[in-house]
């Protein structure tokens, strides 16, 4: 019966090949799409009844198709992986996957493209399994240049329109996702090759179906190793190892430096944001993480680097979040400082904690971009909050949905955000012991509750600012799939409840992680942040749907520019980096590319040899006078030196 | 190793010198009482029309093209037909190979018009 | 007067060459007699003796021969590269049917050009004597210049021949002066004679610097026709004037050949000098794959865009040369596969997406500028992904058969202890996404601009569909690509 994991994947595989190919209508592709999913969560369930049977020492089910790949000892298989930490990823994508594409029906009607977009959603869907399921690293990095690939493709879903609010260009903002993306493949493949060479293998557990080793339970090999950079010192070979995967984490999980793609990845319709660049995708450089956490807790690991990484992406993130006036956009900088926190977490060895935060926040993330959208739809396409305010009263619906999202993710007592967020925070200060950490921490988590606070204000409160709107609340289609979000948000926190630690027990047998021991200290922390948080809520609640409510005006600059001035301007452009890359990176290769095409590269082919060969037959004047000024000479030129300089390396050496 | 090929360099220098000796000689022996007829440029008895600088029908290269293949081809059959007793039926074969090949090149000439004189 | 013996003759090892020759030779005629209008037959003609070709080496796959003393090889490695020729060569030819007629260029020299160009990819491949090989390489490389040059009067076509010509004949030299050197230096051309002497004895001084310069020059050579840095400043314009299928013939027969020789000459006349030649090859392979690579980013012409590529990959196949000098046997041996397995890949690659610009280029030319593939996708759905698939499996993403392609062939240099390079070869393949992805977001993402017309026929799809099928199954399932290639030695190397 393992092969049955095979289906899980196959069945959103099975949907796309039927979209791009057989479906024409909006309506099918839609109830196609959904039901693949669906079929694959059902899929996932039974699996995960299947892995209940396997003794807790060896708890996996594997299956291998065939062998990928063998050069003599260099063996892979393409084979399936499920245990309890795949289970619960899958369960994830095809549970909270399936909800998105039944409400993207409803947010699709009318679409220019529905049979290409749930082609793709379900392409996406395949993509992620794979990634998250396979049995080795290679085919891990399969699905890895898989999901990059239909990220790339959703985001540029609209690329008939020149921008899309808040002024992006969709074609712009698809490439820039796919090349930040390359630049943290390149690191892992990277990472690959070195982890080969030293392990002798890819997979990450024995595979007993070609006898192959796994490298994650042979962590010790490479302890000791180290690369020679001669003059530059020495790097122990497993803190280069996990440093490459940290820079690919960055780059899929959008964390410091490479966090400038997510923001403009929203100019893709709101349910790929909801499940690609919230829920799913952006959280599979946590995966790789937990799923490599014996490498990351040998000793020369960069795990302080992760650590360190995750917290200042978290603060950096939810302060640009502050500041924006998109309603998707500060969705996207949180989802930057939410991931920020679960990489703080596997950084700091709480991998459970990590994977909780990872859950709960898919839940709830999911949510909040499907209520944005649903507000985007219901007023016709508009995404700034300016123009909104007062929606309270007109969707009622989605603004209780909405209120859920919110204080989930604010991290308000009792819901499922207070629970992961605080044992990360727990964890920083009774257990990693970095208070500073752990105060960092606290402070971003207030900040994400203020500027939660702020959205609703600005939303759902005050007056209604743009008469031009005329809201209404969405059909069932798209209702439907938010409660039942909402419903799993607000007992979300259940799932690792203290005291019931289900999640722990339940991934036991992959981390080996010891329950946590609650203290006062725990609880007397827990209270203060949440307090805290419930203060910075109301504060930003209170600033925006009364204080500075009739401040806000379509067009103009948020209303706290004028208090903080240039700092509130930086958190607006989300601290200049997309500036500085802008100038370090792109007008250089703007301006390199057009020198170098005007120096070397002018017109290769334009005639003149030819054209003066024709027209005279003079040796002097005509034919060899154009092949003399002409590129043939620079050409015959480097070669010579080329030449000159290998033969005078050869013989002088 | 780099004195074997010294001979080389004399031949070279020698191939230059030879055929400079007579001219040189005539130049500083011969008498010289030039007239116009005897300046006037030497093209096989009759009068030079114009300058030498022409432009030569494309023709003239096929034709010498041609006409250089089947020159060397002659190089080719003398050696082996001296030595034909020595080789046998083999060496028959390669000939008949290597003259087929340039038949063909002639039929294909032929057949494309290079032949022809426009 | 002395015996003349002539040694025994191995016709196996020739079988394949003479089908071709003897095949060309009888089609040359046979185009003569048939009528203008139906001279397609011609092309049809071709195929079925490429296809011939083929078949008839089956029999002798596995071991290894030589004859005329050792001038013609047939070992696993020549005739897995020979079937490579054969089927480009097919693919060509098929991808021709329809173009020639389209550009009023339609001649019958065309294929039997064809096929002698691919006999002398052969030769290069099966070639144990430096006299061979540049034999082989001048057969090559005649016919391609007027290949190039084919579309007659277009003046960028003819233009590129010129330059072709003008170059190559450079290049030529410079390998004609090399082979002499090294026959000074060691007293022989055969391949394995020269190896046998290097390995054995320390030359003198003297003979020494003759080898090395010889070999120099010799890499120059075959490091021009594979467009080795700084050797590949023709490729661009030779691409962007020719036919289209010649251009596609030329990045990959072309450049297939010289790999071929340049592996040949390198491991096995070369082999024991490999402490020497590595780090100068090292340093070309980073020229190599930073100028193709950053040409290929500034472009905004697809067909020297790709030209660009080519030089690129040049580069990262240049890797596996490095590794199959290697010494310690199994680390040469993976360079050797590395180098094939690369080869077999971007063929199949770079076929597929020249097959695509034929397609666009059914009526009449076109700039080539990459707005011309806008809205592709909208129109020709089946091209548009083709094309993808093809720019994907070019980026070596996986799972496509260019990421195997990449992939061994960073594990040999790896394992031959390139790591820097290999790290290098990591970085520039990131970067070249970057330009192949401008093409799909084009076609994916963009307005179509205007009207560009696209045909396909029946001749061209089938060598479209060969391409992608190979790119898929090669991606997917690449344990028998591997296989092959992994039987595929040379002989010297297995013999050792």
């Known amino acids: 019966m393992d092969w049955i994991i095979w289906l899980i994947p196959a069945f959103p595989l099975l949907g796309f090949v039927l979209n791009a190919l057989v479906v024409r209508q909006e309506r099918q592709a839609g109830i196609l799409a959904s039901a693949m999913v669906g079929l694959s969560f059902a899929t996932t369930i039974a699996a995960m009844a299947t892995l209940e049977g396997t003794p807790a020492e060896a708890r996996r089910l594997t299956w291998t198709l065939w062998e990928w790949i063998s050069i003599d000892d260099f063996r892979v298989a393409f084979g399936l992986l499920f245990d309890p930490l795949t289970a619960v990823m899958a369960l994830l994508v095809t549970g909270v996957g399936g909800l998105i594409h039944v409400y993207a029906i409803g947010y699709m009607h009318g679409d220019a493209r529905p049979v290409r977009f749930f082609a793709y959603m379900n392409l996406f869907v395949f993509a992620m399994l794979m990634l998250v399921m396979a049995d080795n690293l290679l085919l891990l990095f399969l699905g890895w240049e898989g999901v990059g690939l239909c990220s790339f493709l959703l985001i540029g879903h609209y690329f008939d329109r020149r921008t899309v609010q808040p002024g992006i260009n969709p074609s712009d903002a698809a490439v820039k996702a796919f090349v930040v993306n390359r630049i943290g493949d390149a690191a892992l493949l990277a990472a690959l090759f070195a982890i080969f060479t030293n392990f002798g293998t890819l997979s990450f557990y024995p595979n007993p179906q070609l006898g192959l080793t796994g490298y994650l339970d042979q962590a010790i090999i490479v302890a000791g190793q180290s690369i020679d950079f001669g ?7 497993m803190t280069a190892i996990t440093l490459l995967m940290l820079v690919a984490v960055a780059g899929k999980s959008a964390q410091l430096p490479l966090y400038t793609w997510l923001p403009d990845a929203m100019a893709g319709p709101t349910p790929v944001s909801a499940l690609i660049h919230a829920a799913t995708m952006v959280t599979s450089g946590v995966y790789l993480i937990v799923r490599n956490a014996a490498l990351f807790d040998q000793p020369a690991s960069a795990a302080p680097w992760v650590l360190v990484i995750g917290v200042v992406t978290a603060f950096i993130g939810a302060t640009a979040a502050v500041a924006q006036l998109d309603i998707k956009r500060v969705l996207a900088y949180s989802t930057i400082s939410q991931l920020g926190f679960m990489v703080a977490a596997v950084g700091m060895g709480a991998y459970v904690a990590g994977m909780f935060h990872l859950l709960t926040h898919g839940l709830f993330k999911a949510l909040l971009f499907l209520a944005a959208g649903s507000v985007i739809h219901g007023i016709g396409d508009q995404q700034d909050m300016r123009r909104m305010g007062g929606l309270r009263t007109t969707l009622p619906t989605t603004f209780r949905l909405y209120a859920i999202g919110a204080l989930a993710l604010g991290g308000i007592f009792p819901l499922a955000g207070f629970w992961s967020k605080d044992e990360i925070i727990a964890h920083a200060w009774f257990d990693a012991r970095s208070p500073l950490a752990a105060i960092v921490l606290v402070l971003t988590s207030a900040i994400t509750a203020f500027y939660m606070g702020r959205q609703t204000g600005m939303v759902f409160y005050g007056r209604p600012r743009d008469p031009a709107l005329h809201p209404h609340e969405s059909g069932p289609l798209m209702r439907w799939p938010m409660i039942i979000l909402a419903a799993g948000a607000i007992p979300g926190g259940l799932i690792n409840f203290p005291g019931l630690h289900w999640l722990n027990s339940y991934l036991r047998p992959v981390l080996q992680e010891p329950e946590v021991i609650y203290t006062l200290g725990m609880g007397v922390l827990a209270t203060i942040t949440t307090l805290l948080s419930a203060g910075t809520a109301y504060l930003g609640w209170k600033t925006y749907a009364h204080d500075l409510e009739l401040r806000i005006r379509v067009g103009k600059d948020d209303p706290a520019l004028r208090y903080l001035g240039d700092l509130w301007r930086g958190m607006e452009i989300g601290w200049g980096l997309d500036w500085l890359y802008q100038r370090a990176f792109v007008r250089p290769y703007r301006a390199a590319a057009d020198f170098f095409s005007d120096a070397f590269d002018r017109q290769g082919i334009d005639g003149v040899l030819v054209g003066g060969a024709a027209r005279s037959m003079n040796w002097l004047a005509g034919g060899l006078r154009a092949a003399q000024t002409g590129y043939v000479r620079t050409y015959a030129l480097a070669f010579l030196l080329g030449v000159i300089m290998l033969v005078a390396y050869f013989t002088l050496r | 190793m780099l004195a074997n090929y010294a001979f ?36 096989c008895g009759l009068e030079a029309v114009g300058d030498i600088r022409v432009q030569f029908k494309v023709q003239y290269y096929l034709y010498a093209l041609a006409f250089v293949i089947f020159d060397i081809e002659v190089v080719f059959l003398y050696p082996w037909a001296v030595a034909y007793g020595e080789l046998g039926l083999f060496a028959l074969i390669a000939m008949a190979v290597f003259l087929f090949s340039l038949v063909e090149a002639l039929v294909y000439a032929w057949k494309k018009g290079a032949l022809e004189w426009v | 007067m002395t015996e003349i013996t002539i040694p025994p003759i191995d016709w196996r090892v020739a079988t394949q060459l003479c089908i071709i020759f003897g095949w060309a030779s009888v089609l040359l005629i046979i185009a003569l007699f048939v009528p203008r209008s139906r001279i397609r037959v011609v092309g049809y003609l071709a195929i079925a003796g490429l296809v011939v070709a083929a078949g008839a080496g089956i029999p002798f796959w596995g071991g290894s021969a030589e004859t005329f003393g050792g001038m013609l090889r047939l070992d696993t490695y020549s005739m897995m590269l020979n079937w490579l020729f054969l089927a480009a060569a097919a693919v060509v030819i098929a991808y021709s049917l329809n173009y020639l007629p389209k550009h009023g260029i339609e001649h019958g020299e065309y294929y039997v050009l064809v096929l002698f160009a691919t006999a002398g990819m052969m030769l290069l491949a099966q070639g144990g004597d430096l006299i061979v090989l540049f034999l082989g390489l001048e057969l090559l490389s005649l016919t391609l210049y007027v290949l190039t040059g084919f579309a007659y009067p277009r003046e960028t076509s003819e233009e590129s021949g010129m330059k072709y010509l003008l170059t190559g004949a450079f290049a030529g030299g410079f390998i004609v002066f090399g082979i002499a050197l090294i026959y000074g230096a060691t007293g022989s051309l055969n391949l394995a004679a020269i190896g046998d002497t290097l390995a ?6 003297e003979d020494r610097t003759y080898l090395y310069a010889g070999a120099a020059l010799i890499v120059t050579g075959f490091g021009y026709k594979i467009a080795m840095a700084p050797f590949h400043m023709w490729a661009p314009d030779v691409y962007e004037g020719a036919p289209t299928p010649v251009a596609a013939f030329l990045s990959v027969g072309s450049k297939a050949a010289g790999f071929a020789a340049l592996v040949r000459f390198l491991v096995e006349a070369m082999g024991s000098q490999w402490p020497v030649w590595a780090p100068a090859l090292a340093t070309l392979a980073i020229a190599t794959l930073l100028l193709g690579n950053i040409g290929a980013l500034i472009q905004n012409n697809v067909k020297r865009m790709l030209a660009y590529s080519s030089v690129g990959h040049a580069g990262y196949m240049l890797l596996g040369v490095l590794a199959a000098g290697a010494p310690g046997g199994m680390a040469g041996q993976r360079g050797v596969e590395a180098v094939l397995l690369y080869l077999l890949a971007y063929m199949l690659t770079n076929l597929g997406a020249f097959g695509v610009l034929i397609a666009l280029e059914q009526r009449g030319e076109l700039t080539w500028d990459i707005n011309q593939f806008a809205g592709l996708w909208a129109r020709r759905p089946l091209l548009a992904s083709a094309m993808a698939i093809c720019l994907l ?17 960073f594990t040999a240099a790896w394992q031959a202890g390139f790591g820097w390079l290999t790290i290098i070869g990591i970085l520039t393949a990131a970067i070249a996404a970057f330009y192949y992805v401008r093409i799909v977001v084009q076609m994916f993402t963009a307005e179509p601009s205007r009207e560009t017309p696209a045909e396909t026929d029946p001749a061209l799809r089938a060598g479209l569909v060969i391409a992608i099928a190979g790119i898929l199954v090669l991606g997917f399932m690449p344990a028998p690509a591997i296989d092959l290639v992994q039987r595929s030695v040379l002989a010297t190397v297995g013999g050792q």
């Open chain 1, 231 to 237: 003059a530059f010192g020495q790097l122990p070979l």
């Open chain 3, 200 to 205: 054995r004895a320390a030359l003198a001084a």
């Open chain 2, 8 to 43: 080389v360099g004399v031949f070279f220098v020698a191939a230059v010198i030879f055929p400079l000796i007579p001219i040189v000689a005539a130049y500083f022996l011969g008498p010289k009482r030039p007239t116009p007829t005897k300046l006037d440029t030497y093209e």
């Open chain 3, 393 to 409: 499996s070019l980026a070596g993403v996986p799972p496509t058969a260019g990421f195997w392609g990449k992939f061994y062939v």
